[in-house]
């Protein structure tokens, strides 16, 4: 099983990333994806989720309204679009897959998921 992260870098508050996160084709397909972030110093935390088939999503209230979840089975990919970044989301961004069926829930949980990806790291300036 392999999840591989990219797309992070350092950015200037109020500025925009995206994460990318390719899979392979049996854990994709079968799997709701998430991404976790953890700040040095910090607890694990759940970001964003995706059901298998890109219908449900679920949002941490701290990037309601800025991140946005998506995910391209065509490709493998599940990505993490960020805008209007603020210092306090400066983290390493993990991706994760949920051996789940289709109608399972999304979960907040790290322990939830049974896939995990190496990090990448987002750096937010004020």
């Known amino acids: 099983v392999q999840l591989q992260a990219s797309g992070g870098g350092s950015v200037q508050a109020g500025g925009s990333l995206r994460l990318s996160c390719a899979a392979s084709?049996?854990?994709?397909?079968?799997?709701?994806m998430g991404w976790f972030r953890q700040a040095p110093g910090k607890e694990r935390e759940f970001v964003a989720a995706?059901?298998?088939?890109?219908?449900?999503?679920a949002y941490a209230d701290s990037v309601k309204g800025r991140f946005t979840i998506s995910r391209d089975n065509a490709k493998n990919t599940v990505y993490l679009q960020m805008n209007s970044l603020k210092p306090e989301d400066t983290a390493a961004y993990y991706c994760?897959?949920?051996?789940?069926?289709?109608?399972?829930?999304?979960?907040?949980?790290?322990?939830?998921?049974?896939?995990w990806g190496r990090g990448t790291l987002v750096t937010v300036s004020s």
């Open positions: 995706i059901s298998r088939g890109g219908g449900r999503t």
């Open positions: 994760a897959a949920d051996w789940a069926i289709s109608s399972a829930p999304l979960h907040d949980t790290s322990s939830q998921y049974d896939f």
């Open positions: 084709v049996r854990t994709f397909s079968r799997s709701h």
